[in-house]
């Protein structure tokens, strides 16, 4: 009997927030989130995310009622963890809702939510959301402590914060970088272990994203603000096809095999 290794496909999860940046610069309706999510798609994208922040600085209201209504792709909603976010989702019933941390003075998600600290109130926040039928994500630091409470208020998923490893990589720090990969490798192999789903985002770029996305744990990635970019120069479809090229390649040569399955390959 021969043995095979087991590598789960690599979802890429298309972030559309700065599309919204661009159009709230301005006001009015150009350039349209929508319209964005739907070329993702078609540049090979298998979900749509968006975070419905609570200063609204960029995803509204009406593009989450738009998204929910009009994709033809999962919706991935980030949102933190209070009333009036878990209001929204249960009356969009997204697919996944992702819990981040939120701070209004912050120009994008710094660090993981603090999941050990907030465990309390976190814990019947993802009964609701997953009584709703909604699959709950937790947006978290490569921790094992974080990775452990994840487990225990009853996550679905976690989603590792790349954000420190992709930093390493813009300041050329060879061995901060090494110790960050193995960070997230040990993080994934936990959390899987632990009966989680694992996903990763944050910062990745093309140059940043093969090493994690070789980390055969993980599942799913959320990619937004470095592909929104790229499009201003390519279009949106090319810079998806482009990033789902690279994960794709690099998914045929994982960093560890996670098992082996026997029986007939
Ligand atoms: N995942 C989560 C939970 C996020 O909050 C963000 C940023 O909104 C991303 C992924 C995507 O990060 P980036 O826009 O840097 O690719």
Redesign the pocket.
């Known amino acids: 009997m021969r043995s095979r290794p087991v590598i789960s496909p690599l979802r890429l999860g298309v ?1 559309i ?2 599309v919204a940046t661009l159009r709230n610069a301005r006001g009015g309706r150009h350039p349209d989130p929508l319209r964005a999510a739907h070329l993702a798609i078609d540049g090979g994208a298998d979900g749509i ?1 968006a ?1 419905l922040r609570e200063d609204r600085r960029h995803i509204s209201d009406e593009d989450i009622t738009r998204l929910k209504n009009e994709l033809t792709r999962p919706l991935n909603l ?1 949102m933190a963890a209070t009333a009036e976010m878990l209001a929204i989702a249960l009356r969009h019933v997204p697919n996944a809702c ?1 819990l ?1 941390p939120e701070r209004r003075e912050e120009r ?2 710094e660090g993981g939510l603090d999941v050990v600290g907030q465990r309390e109130t976190l814990k019947p926040f993802v009964a609701k959301l997953k009584g709703a039928g909604i699959r709950v994500s937790l ?1 978290i630091e490569p921790d094992l402590q974080a990775i452990e409470a994840s487990a225990a208020v009853g996550a679905d998923i976690v ?1 590792l ?1 790349t954000g420190r490893y992709c930093h390493m990589a813009l300041d050329n720090d060879a061995a901060g970088l090494a110790g960050e990969l193995a960070r997230h490798a040990a993080g994934a192999r936990a959390a899987h272990a632990a009966g989680l789903e694992v996903h990763a ?4 770029t093309y140059n940043t994203v093969q090493p994690i996305a070789r980390l055969p744990e993980i599942v799913e990635l ?6 929104i970019g790229e499009a201003i120069f390519g279009g949106l479809p090319a810079a998806v096809r482009r990033m789902r090229a690279l994960m794709d390649e690099a998914r045929q040569h994982p960093a560890v095999v996670m098992a082996s399955a026997g029986g007939a390959a």
Do not use: Q, R, Y
């Open positions: 972030n927030d700065h995310t975070h980030e992702c981040v994008t998600t947006f989603e914060h985002g944050h910062g990745l959320n990619i937004g603000h470095f592909i």
